[in-house]
């Protein structure tokens, strides 16, 4: 085979690699996730929770119902509750809403919520202020556990990101690999994150060594 | 020598290196940049943009004037005006700004305001509706003339670079090097941009082959 052939083919599976390695990006808008004790109390003893729309992680939905947050200079209003209902309430915010709302807010991976500030919920004349569990998430991939190996990653793992924006292309670093037989393959950015990377629907991340 | 003192030295004088090619990164907020007509328009015959404060671009500053941005869906109040005047007026906001004001905003360099959109500037009971000049600003590094061969880079080029901010690191592709015998050497990035990655004032940039 001469040069040329050899480029051409290193180039043609290389692409072809690649391809089997990306996954979806989705950039998530602010929201909140309310324990059982925070739906009662903001919606009524036993309140269920009205499905809007189901999200691409197995279960994970977005619901009817909307909350207004309040900061200490600044109110969000209309935010989406997604459910099922956790453990533990948790409001999910970027760094502008952050801004927005007055309050220093810690970069965290999703459920790492000790010695986070907390927030008001307000839902018409119900309110419920929690103690902690308001972050910024960590920008992070859900790794679906068949899918682990093919794109050579652990639970816990730090990995880059390309993202092949228009006009921004972009190498998220300390992206958190999270993997669960729970899970479908698809990392999630933020707004801001979303913006800085020329985020279109359906656009696709690599993992870069 | 043995191998972990070859391994020491090769960090530290790497590490040397990186320093000397790393640049002060600043974070650009919303304004604008009126003509000489505009101005005329906006402030009356005439009329000279005050002195606020120098920004890091030698000559350039901000002024005292404020104006108010009108898009379709929302208006953005109290935006700085940069000085000194130029030929033409250019306004540059985030992607975030964008959605807050309804306006679909091309990525471009500087100067590039061919066939982008307009807006509606108003101060008090004056107000011009410029026909183009509407732009989310692509990232760049401004680079002096005396730093161009020392970063290794020309006018025009596209680079990758990596910014170590807290937990939150990444590589910005598609940053445009503008090299100028009358430019400090600063990197310009948006919030948007300043949000995703982990930003803090004083933070450098570093340009990756």
């Known amino acids: 085979m001469d040069d040329k052939l050899i480029d051409l083919l290193v180039d043609k599976i290389s692409e072809k690699l690649n391809e089997s390695q990306s996954f979806l990006v989705e950039a998530s808008g602010r929201h909140v996730h309310l324990s059982r004790k925070d739906i009662d109390a903001l919606f009524g003893e036993g309140y269920q929770l009205k499905l809007d729309r189901y999200l691409s992680q197995p279960g994970q939905f977005v619901s009817r119902e909307r909350l207004t947050l309040v900061g200490p200079k600044g109110v969000l209003q209309n935010v989406v509750i997604l459910g099922p209902e956790r453990a533990d309430s948790q409001v999910e915010v970027s760094a502008t809403d952050a801004l927005t709302l007055g309050q220093k807010v810690p970069i965290r991976e999703s459920g ?73 393959t698809v990392m999630h950015i933020d707004y801001d994150e979303a913006n800085a990377c020329g985020f279109t629907k359906g656009i696709k991340g690599t993992i870069v060594k």
Chains 1, 2 share one sequence.
Do not use: C, W, Y
């Open 112 to 184: 790492n919520i000790e010695n986070t500030p907390g927030i008001t919920l307000v839902n018409g004349n119900r309110s419920v202020t929690i103690d902690k569990g308001l972050i910024v998430a960590q920008r992070h991939v859900h790794v679906a556990e068949k899918d682990a190996a093919k794109l050579n990653v652990n639970h816990g793992d730090i990995v880059k990101v390309k993202i092949a924006g228009e006009n921004r292309s972009l190498i998220f670093d300390d992206v958190v690999i999270r993997v669960s037989e729970k899970f479908a």
